[in-house]
């Protein structure tokens, strides 16, 4: 079956280190994306990739860090720098970057990250 | 920019009742314009979306949604809630390249 695969589901991480997510597609999209949610504001937009070798910065990128070096992979690292790192975290893909497509993103079952 | 507001944080319905969840966006020109469900601990799974055309939109699980230009809203619907619809909901307008979401509404549901 075709999805995006987020891995690990639960990740910890101690203070000072620099963690990474992987996220990976089977879908053949170009776009891929990665937004963090807190409980109570919705989904906010960190990084996204319209095309393999290329990455946008989205609303709240500061400490955090992506590459796109495959087609299937858009791996996310969250650093140290991020001072509050504790969420949920999801990826999602979309046949191309432009919403107008009339093809909508769709989502992996995330990865919840907390801080020791 | 564009935004969302969704303006229930929670919402309560009885098992059988009829579902409105409220969505108004703010976009500059003609949104495109989605519904997505998420269970605790899941991605996102899209109920409907609306690019153009009729107004009244049908997605999946039995859900509607209707477009109304002249209120900026998408309002989501369902005549008859089942217990299984109890999840949180999103409701969200695309720009050029990226989505914009709202902060979602919790539906519970009553027996």
């Known amino acids: 079956d075709g999805g995006i695969t987020q891995s690990p589901k639960y990740l910890f991480r101690k203070e000072g280190q620099n963690v990474t997510l992987s996220c990976e597609q089977n879908?053949?999209?170009?776009?891929m994306y990665w937004y963090r949610q807190d409980p109570g504001q919705g989904l906010r937009l960190i990084y996204y990739?319209?095309?393999?070798?290329?990455?946008q910065k989205g609303d709240i990128a500061e400490g955090y860090s992506v590459s796109r070096e495959k087609k299937e992979s858009f791996p996310l690292t969250v650093t140290s720098a991020q001072k509050n790192p504790t969420a949920f975290y999801l990826c999602?893909?979309?046949?191309?970057?432009?919403?107008?497509?009339?093809?909508?993103?769709?989502f992996g079952d995330g990865t919840r990250l907390s801080i020791l | 920019a564009q935004s969302v507001t969704q303006p229930d944080i929670h919402i309560t319905v009885s098992e059988g009742a009829s579902l409105e969840l409220r969505c108004n966006y703010s976009?500059?020109?003609?949104?495109?314009l989605f519904w997505y469900v998420q269970s605790p601990g899941q991605g996102l799974q899209l109920l409907l979306k609306?690019?153009?055309?009729?107004?009244l939109v049908q997605g999946i699980k039995g859900f509607e949604a209707e477009f109304k230009r002249s209120q900026s809203s998408f309002n989501l619907r369902k005549p008859s809630v089942h217990w299984s619809d109890a999840a949180e909901y999103f409701c969200?307008?695309?720009?050029?390249?990226?989505?914009?979401f709202g902060k979602g509404t919790m539906l519970l549901v009553s027996p």
């Open positions: 969200a307008v695309a720009g050029y390249s990226t989505l914009t």
């Open positions: 609306y690019f153009s055309g009729d107004t």
């Open positions: 976009y500059g020109a003609t949104p495109y």
């Open positions: 990739s319209q095309i393999v070798n290329d990455f």
């Open positions: 879908l053949n999209h170009d776009a």
């Open positions: 999602a893909s979309s046949i191309t970057g432009k919403v107008d497509s009339n093809q909508p993103q769709h």
